[in-house]
């Protein structure tokens, strides 16, 4: 059974940032997809980042383009999101999806001064 796990998270300042990263434990990556989701407390998980099996297709929420980055490592079967100036509206739970159907557990993310 695949398992996807998260890492990463944390707290970090205004302005400041971070890399999550989401492992596979299968030889397969490179079948799946991958999506970065967020959910904020009291708010619907919402798309942050997503990219293709071959890595050259990418795309992103408006709210993070220009400030995240996704990017996989198909050698290490691990995609990271590096997530620079940081905001407080950032807060949430990041959660990564491989293949459109398999979840993390997710990891907590936390701008506050």
């Known amino acids: 059974q695949v398992q996807v796990v998260e890492s990463g998270g944390g707290l970090v300042q205004p302005g400041g940032s971070l890399r999550l990263a989401c492992s596979l434990n299968t030889t397969y990556f490179t079948l799946y997809s991958m999506t970065w989701y967020r959910q904020a407390p009291g708010k619907r998980r919402e798309l942050v980042a997503s990219?293709?099996?071959?890595?050259?297709?990418?795309s992103y929420a408006g709210a993070v383009k220009g400030r995240f980055t996704i990017i996989r490592d198909n050698a290490k079967n691990t995609v990271y999101l590096q997530m620079n100036d940081l905001r407080p509206d950032d807060t949430a739970v990041y959660y990564c999806?491989?293949?459109?159907?398999?979840w993390g557990q997710g990891t907590q993310v936390t701008v506050s001064s």
């Open positions: 999806n491989a293949g459109h159907s398999i």
């Open positions: 990219i293709d099996k071959s890595g050259t297709s990418i």
